[in-house]
T-cell receptor, first 116, second 115 residues
């Protein structure tokens, strides 16, 4: 059973470009979480999605950031018109349940975004 | 709102000595508590969790943690540290609610184990 997969592992963008980060959850997991880790800081929750639904996006900036988890395919975190402050590691985690979940979240290796 | 504090940015310990990484939390309701470890340029690896039951939780790689409700703490411990334990450790808390199992992380503690 493959773990959570994220790609690309490293992404370099110039200011104003778009960044697309992909996350494939573990097999059988229908819940996806995105977190952002700034250098030398802990992870901050961004958004929680189930298939085709955004459940909680309270941690996501209101502008330029969006996320989706379509019925087919990976979850996508999209950052439009990137700025240098978006440089960070973005981690995806998946879990098998939501409301009934007492289990740990399984994290992917992260995508390190560098904005020049 | 829930929060987690890891008061030490770095903990230094000699190989073979016991180690403790501190964590305190603040949450309304019953907390679910987790410890994760992060190696350089890697994702987070689960170590252990407390949901309910015995206050002493045993996890991976010989780590354990003790839940103390009165002190709202969940310190990570290991009886004998290894050099390979050197990494970044994160404590996290979640609160069961309609939005699911969102995790709130502490700022992390870097553990340095010296030979």
């Amino acid at each position: 059973n493959a773990g959570v997969m994220q790609n690309p592992r490293h992404l370099v963008r110039r200011r104003g470009q778009e960044a697309r980060l992909r996350c494939s959850p573990m097999k059988g997991h229908s819940h996806v979480y995105w977190y952002r880790q700034l250098p030398e800081e802990g992870l901050k929750f961004m958004v929680y999605l189930q298939k085709e639904n955004i459940i909680d996006e309270s941690g996501m900036p209101k502008e330029r950031f969006s996320a989706e988890f379509p019925k087919e395919g990976p979850s996508i975190l999209r950052i439009q018109q990137v700025v240098r402050g978006d440089s960070a590691a973005y981690f995806c985690a998946s879990s098998p349940f939501g409301r009934e979940n007492y289990n740990e979240q399984f994290f992917g290796p992260g995508t390190r975004l560098t904005v020049l | 709102a829930q929060s987690v504090a890891q008061p030490e940015d770095q903990v230094n310990v000699a190989e073979g000595n016991p180690l403790t990484v501190k964590c305190t939390y603040s949450v309304s309701g019953n907390p679910y508590l987790f410890w994760y470890v992060q190696y350089p340029n890697r994702g987070l690896q689960f170590l252990l969790k407390y949901i309910t039951g015995d206050n002493l939780v045993k996890g991976s790689y010989g780590f354990e943690a003790e839940f103390n409700k009165s002190q709202t703490s969940f310190h990570l411990k290991k009886p004998s540290a290894l050099v390979s334990d050197s990494a970044l450790y994160f404590c996290a808390v979640s609160l069961f609610n309609n939005a699911g199992n969102m995790l709130t992380f502490g700022g992390g503690t870097r553990l340095m184990v010296k030979p």
